[in-house]
């Protein structure tokens, strides 16, 4: 397995969990901090700072150290891949359905040739 499918791999885990995306919609909006991203869940803060963990292991988020708070931030560039890659796989089923398409209209403008 390459560095890259690896890499794209641990991001859809990653957003694979409702928790994670929720966070990632927020941080859309801007950075936060830790406590922040926390307050609209029910769970302990040690179970939430595992999701923050998995997200910022893939490279999706981003986390640094202010004063006595943790401020986390989106990294756009690693969702810019997984967003590359499903861009890729729609084209490639855009050509697909494309082919189908003409292939079924060559069939039925053979078969009202026939009846005629």
């Known amino acids: 397995m390459t560095a890259a499918v690896a890499t794209l791999d641990s991001v859809f885990f990653a957003l694979g969990d409702p928790t994670r995306r929720r966070v990632m919609e927020r ?67 855009e050509t697909r359905f494309d082919q189908m398409d003409a292939y079924v209209l060559k069939l039925k403008a053979e078969s009202e040739g026939d009846d005629r």
Request: charge should be positive; hydrophobic fraction near 40%; include cysteine.
């Open 27 to 93: 941080l859309s909006r801007g950075k936060a901090t830790v406590k922040e991203l926390a307050a609209p869940f029910t769970m302990a803060l040690p179970s939430f700072l595992q999701h923050l963990r998995v997200l910022e292991d893939c490279g999706l988020i981003t986390s640094r150290k202010e004063g006595r708070v943790r401020i986390c931030e989106l990294d756009a560039a690693r969702l810019s891949q997984a967003e590359d890659w499903i861009g890729q796989q729609r084209r490639i089923w």
